[in-house]
């Protein structure tokens, strides 16, 4: 979507509000709620009621498209197990291990169902913004019904009669995904249930009905018997994330794949007694299980350490686990190998790559050795290649699309795949407009989750390929926390040192009240992890965010605020002058303003795909107007184990670091400012002949900006003191121009330059455009001109109001002199700042 024209972020062209007394309480609506929204990418595919992080829902409980066997359905004979592959509802003969392709076309297929007769298979169908449900026969895939509401449908299942299929909905007027039924002659369908959260995965019995409930916090098993409309709990914990119940044939049992602190596990629970409950398997991560019709087996699906889904079964009694395998693959059509190069140059070495490849029916297409992921704003499966990659293909046009990085606008190439070819060619020539080496330049992502819930458990050595690909060359991903359970621990000392690229473990720390933290360069994890209201144990802990900040600190590390503020519901990009104060104050993390004042503070994560870049700049404005010397940084927060994930580096940091030697070269560049954050564009900034972080004198001065894109950009802009004070149009293609001018500077302050605005395509993963260079300084680092910085303070103070309003509402009076005394601690600063 194209951004609204950004106004000037400088304070003195808002209304100005009075010190501390931000607005009366009955104004502040939202800002004075315990826990703000946080903003994210565009939603894609219908929302869903009262679901804040629309992402975990999409990557949670939306089809998974794998190149191996998920989501196993056992025919009633026991003869043959039905399940999705690449895209497609697949059915293998046990006896012989040959799979036949049932569906066909664009859609993505997941999660079939078998009728009890056997003779139709349900299953989801995913176009990439909506998800509805199908019915087929089971012999031959031809189309016999279906449902299709405004919402999600999702995890059909036959009643156990065969005349209706129960199915998940957010059909209803409220959007919540709700249990359906629709009846099969008819297609008369009913809500079955209507409790607020997310409804999920029926399993009907002859006089019962299990399902998944999501909602309150806490992520449940539960069960409806008879005529109760009360469901009675089997199991609950909180962010269960990929755990799916199913019913026994005779309605006794559960199985339940369920996450620990150490791994994931394969459970049975007893249906009318759920006590403890009976391990069939730990370690590992089993997906999606399914019971054979005679009760004897549970089947699963799990990936092995290439990421590929494997089919793998157990017996109920227990025991050890079998492989299922499948011999052979039908696809009911004529298919070739088809290899990709891809190059800088016709005939050229062979370089890693981002691709998306697709069929003439407009279906992904994918390789089984590594996983795929999709891009939840264009809607494209992707997958990374070291530069030479082989598919199987079915006959036909087949479009290959390629880029590396950000620095590279898209290329496709339409090929014949022809069925007697041999091995088919597709070779994809690369065309960077920008060389961030050749320049002295290196990339940084500084937020990402290796492992977080997701169905695939990556090891760090899983990120080299995607972040060749991605052209980045240092990465930080942070260890955090799912709810009570603590990621990754083990992986906390591994390294990567012999780059690009470069990986060292960070770690993120989430007082999801007084705001997330990011911390890297740290030897030492900081504990705990968690606290503040909300949390059980630490819920009235008087801790503020300074102790992390200041153990990374001791530690030589570097820390920041991470996602720092939030759209909360408002369009991407919308001005300040067009916000309300209660949405922008309201959404800023609680100590941000405290942290930064007091000089706990590094830097303030300016890109990042959950939070809004020109409100956030607009924060960051304020500081450096008040002299205060925040450095920007920039990470995605992707959830680098899910399925439906934007690619790592798609929001990134470029340090001035010369060659790309080593982790202590690219953290001086980093923390002294060297550099500019970006979701796409590129800049290189000289003022006076000094670039981002260093300084220069005041007076007259001339100027040079050289911007690149992939794609496009609508305006670039030279601020000086948060003020525009020079504008000019940007790049209406791929490309690069040059700026020049003069400025006459003020005695204190700073100057920089960014780039906002525009459709944002591939090789971006964003809503809009953006990018913004560190600031050069005035006379020095942390320098201010009075006015400015008077103005600055005042508005600060009016965001440290509303922040203590909701400080006290959230802690509800408790008893919390240390957080109370850095806020007044930091009153006294800014109240200085103000009348100096």
Same mark, same amino acid.
């Given at each position: ?33 315990? !826990?703000?929204?946080?903003?994210? &990418? ?47 509802? &697949? ?52 189309? %016999? ?27 209803? $007027? ?69 755990? /799916? ?22 459970? *049975? ?39 590929? %889904? ?19 693959? +039908? ?74 990085? #950000? ?65 980045? +060359? !240092? ?10 359970? !603590? ?20 770690? @993120? ?9 990011? *911390? ?57 002058? @067009? =916000? ?15 942290? =930064?004042?007091?000089? +706990?503070?590094?830097? #303030? ?68 400012? /060297? ?32 911007? =690149?894109? =992939? ?26 121009? /040059? !700026? ?6 003020? $005695? ?46 005042? $508005? ?18 408790? +008893? ?21």
């Amino acid at each position: 979507m194209r951004s609204h024209a950004v106004s000037s972020s400088s304070a003195s062209s808002r209304p100005r509000i009075p010190a501390f007394l931000p607005l009366g309480v009955a104004a502040l609506g939202l800002a004075l709620s315990p !826990f703000s929204g946080a903003g994210q &990418w565009t939603n894609r595919y219908p929302k869903v009621a009262g679901y804040g992080h629309h992402v975990y829902l999409e990557g949670y409980e939306l089809p998974t498209l794998t190149a191996g066997p998920i989501d196993p359905a056992l025919s009633p004979d026991g003869e043959r197990v039905a399940f999705a592959s690449h895209g497609w509802i &697949w059915v293998m003969d046990l006896a012989s291990g040959v799979a036949r392709r049932l569906t066909r076309g664009g859609g993505i297929d997941a999660r079939p169902a078998w009728s009890p007769d056997g003779e139709l298979i349900a299953f989801v169908r995913d176009d990439t913004e909506d998800t509805e449900i199908i019915w087929v026969a089971a012999n031959g895939g031809a189309e %016999l019904g279906r449902v299709d509401s405004p919402g999600l449908e999702l995890d059909p299942a036959f009643s156990n009669d065969g005349t209706k299929l129960f199915y998940s909905s957010a059909e209803s $007027e409220t959007r919540a995904l709700d249990l359906w039924a629709v009846d099969i002659e008819s297609g008369d369908r009913r809500p079955v249930t209507d409790a607020p959260g997310l409804e999920l995965k029926p399993q009907p019995g002859e006089r019962a009905l299990v399902y998944l409930w999501k909602g309150g916090g806490r992520d449940r098993v539960v069960v409806r018997s008879g005529d109760s409309t009360e469901p009675r709990t089997l199991i609950e914990g909180s962010i269960a994330s990929m755990a /799916r119940p199913a019913l026994s044939p005779d309605g006794s049992t559960v199985a339940v794949n369920w996450p620990t602190q150490e791994g994931w596990e394969l459970r *049975l629970l007893n249906v009318a007694d759920p006590g403890p409950s009976i391990l069939l398997a730990s370690g590992g991560l089993p997906l999606t299980p399914a019971w054979g019709p005679s009760g004897e087996w549970v089947y699963f699906a799990e990936a092995d350490g290439g990421e590929r %889904l494997n089919l793998k079964r157990v017996r109920a009694a227990g025991g050890s686990v079998e492989a299922v395998e499948v011999t052979a693959w +039908d696809w009911g059509a004529a298919t070739a190998n088809l290899r990709i190069r891809t190059v800088t140059e016709e005939g050229g070495a062979p370089v890693a790559a981002r691709l998306a490849v697709v069929d003439g029916a407009g279906h992904p297409l994918v390789p089984d050795g590594t996983a795929s992921r999709f891009d939840g704003q264009s809607g494209r499966v992707f997958f990374y290649s070291p530069g030479v990659i082989e598919l199987i293909v079915p006959v036909g046009e087949v479009t290959v699309s390629a880029v590396q990085g #950000l620095a590279t606008p898209e290329s496709s190439e339409t090929v014949q795949v022809a069925a007697a070819s041999g091995v088919a060619e597709a070779e994809v020539v690369l065309s960077p407009v920008w060389d961030a080496r050749a320049g002295g330049w290196s990339s940084g992502e500084h937020h990402f989750h290796l492992n977080y819930g997701g169905p695939y458990d990556l090891s760090p050595d899983d990120l080299m390929p995607m972040m060749r690909g991605e052209a980045l +060359d !240092f990465a930080t991903p942070l260890l955090a926390n799912l709810h009570n359970r !603590f990621e990754d621990q083990d992986l906390w000392t591994w390294r990567h040192s012999g780059g690009p690229p470069f990986v060292r473990f960070g770690q @993120e720390v989430r007082s999801h009240f007084l705001g997330h933290l990011g *911390l890297i360069g740290i030897d030492d994890l900081f504990w705990p992890w968690v606290w503040g209201p909300g949390y059980q144990v630490y819920g009235s802990d008087d801790r503020a965010n300074a102790e992390p900040l200041r153990h990374a600190r001791a530690q030589g590390g570097f820390q920041y605020y991470v996602h720092p503020v939030s759209t909360r519901g408002m369009p991407r990009a919308t001005p300040w002058a @067009e =916000a309300s104060i209660a949405d922008l104050y309201g959404s800023v993390p609680i100590e941000l303003v405290p942290d =930064a004042v007091l000089g +706990d503070l590094d830097a #303030l994560e300016i890109v990042c795909l959950w939070s809004d870049e020109v409100l956030t700049s607009q924060i960051w404005h304020l500081l450096l107007n008040a002299g205060i010397p925040i450095v920007p940084s920039a990470g995605t927060d992707v959830m680098n184990n899910f399925y439906r994930t934007m690619a790592i580096g798609t929001a990134r940091v470029y340090a001035q670091t010369g060659a790309v030697e080593n982790w202590s070269t690219y953290m001086d560049a980093l923390r002294s400012g /060297r550099s500019f954050v970006t979701n796409g564009p590129f800049l290189e900034f000289s003022v006076g002949g000094a670039g981002p972080g260093r300084t220069v004198s005041g007076g007259e001065v001339v100027w040079s900006l050289d911007i =690149a894109t =992939a794609t496009e950009v609508d305006r670039v802009e030279v601020l000086v003191n948060g003020e525009v004070a020079w504008s000019g149009e940007g790049l209406d293609g791929p490309g690069s121009r /040059r !700026f020049e001018g003069a400025l006459t500077l003020p $005695e204190g302050g700073w100057v920089a330059a960014r780039a906002v605005g525009g459709p944002a395509r591939w090789p971006m993963m964003a809503n809009y455009p953006f990018a913004h260079t560190a600031p050069v300084w005035i006379g020095s680092v942390g320098s201010s001109d009075p006015a400015v910085r008077r103005a600055a303070a005042a $508005e600060l103070l009016a965001i440290l109001g509303v922040a203590r309003l909701r400080l006290t509402a959230g802690y509800s009076g408790a +008893d919390i002199p240390n957080l109370v005394g850095r806020f007044d601690a930091a009153r006294e600063r800014l109240e200085a700042l103000a009348a100096r």
